[in-house]
């Protein structure tokens, strides 16, 4: 899919573009991205936010504790609650955008899951994916992940 990438909220209050190929796919299982999004699991993106450019609306931004201690920031549509963007704590210089967002998704195929420990027990993840239980203790992992995937 040849880029800029853009997209928005549901109710289009919120637009995007990213100008840079994605540095990783990948899908979290984790209890927080289920509750967060009232669904099995996360997609999730990771961009350079140099290549973000918010086009239009001024998103609200959230802050959610996490079990283990850390705080999860991100933003959302205020009109119709889209949860579009995370913000990394640990990697300033990256967004982890929500990449159902995108106008264009028939491109997306995740290359790794993240939290495989607590996934639904009915969903299969596919053979060729790069799996972990937890969180990667290296974030590299996930982007080398994508960037095989991407090599195909």
């Known amino acids: 899919m040849p880029r800029p990438y853009e997209g928005g909220c549901l109710c289009g209050a919120i637009r995007y573009r990213v100008d840079a ?8 299982h984790c209890t927080d991205c289920q509750r967060q999004t009232g669904t099995s699991f996360a997609s999730a993106m990771i961009v350079p936010k140099s290549a973000f450019e918010l086009l239009r609306g001024e998103p609200r931004a959230y802050a959610a504790l996490s079990p283990e201690g850390w705080v999860k920031r991100g933003k959302f549509c205020d009109a119709c609650a889209t949860r579009v963007w995370g913000l990394p704590a640990r990697f ?25 420990r607590s996934r639904q027990p009915w969903v299969v993840i596919p053979k060729d994916a790069v799996a972990f239980e937890r969180q990667p203790e290296d974030p590299m992992a996930l982007v080398e992940a994508w960037r095989r995937r991407a090599a195909r």
Do not use: F, N
């Open 92 to 116: 300033p210089e990256v967004l982890v955008l929500r990449p159902g967002t995108l106008d264009d998704t028939t491109w997306l195929s995740p290359a790794a899951h993240i939290w495989t």
């Open 21 to 28: 190929e994605p540095l990783a796919l990948y899908v979290c």
